[in-house]
């Protein structure tokens, strides 16, 4: 990938700060919205999200996700032209108390400073999403796949754009 694209999907992935997260839902598609982070390794998207959500029991059930970041919509823009990116992902419960949980509580808390009372309710969890598959969509006509390990080197580069 071009560093023109590469920068153009770090751009998306960094400051949208809400996705579509696709679940299974008693074996059907079910789409509900959440905030995320993405690690600084680019390897996993983490949600913060409570036990009585839907989306929460479905990933406890059966932990294929999807996730879609798109750009926002604006007048005299072709929706069907919107930057976009799909990850197709495992998700995960993070142990609480473990070095892993506090590095991305502490990513999460930076992005979401607001947050931090929902951290003291017993329901919520974090969980990564480790992402399996990636299809960018840069436009119209400009659609690509790409590995996790592509993903994150396009992402990871972001520390040279800032």
Known sequence: MNEALASQLRQLVTSRSTAALGTLHTGAPYVSMVPFVLLDDAS????????????TQDMLADPRVSLLIAESERAGFSP?????VTILGTARRLSGGSPEEAVARDAYLARFPDASPTF???????????????????????????????????????????
């Open 120 to 162: 003291r309710l017993g329901d919520f969890a974090l969980f990564a999403i480790i992402p399996t598959s990636v299809r960018w969509v840069a436009g119209f006509a400009q659609a690509r796949s790409l590995t996790p390990e592509a993903f994150a080197a396009a992402v990871r580069a972001r520390r040279a754009d800032a």
């Open 44 to 55: 996993a998207f983490i949600v913060h999200v409570s036990g009585l959500a839907a989306h």
């Open 80 to 84: 069907q032209a919107l930057p976009r």
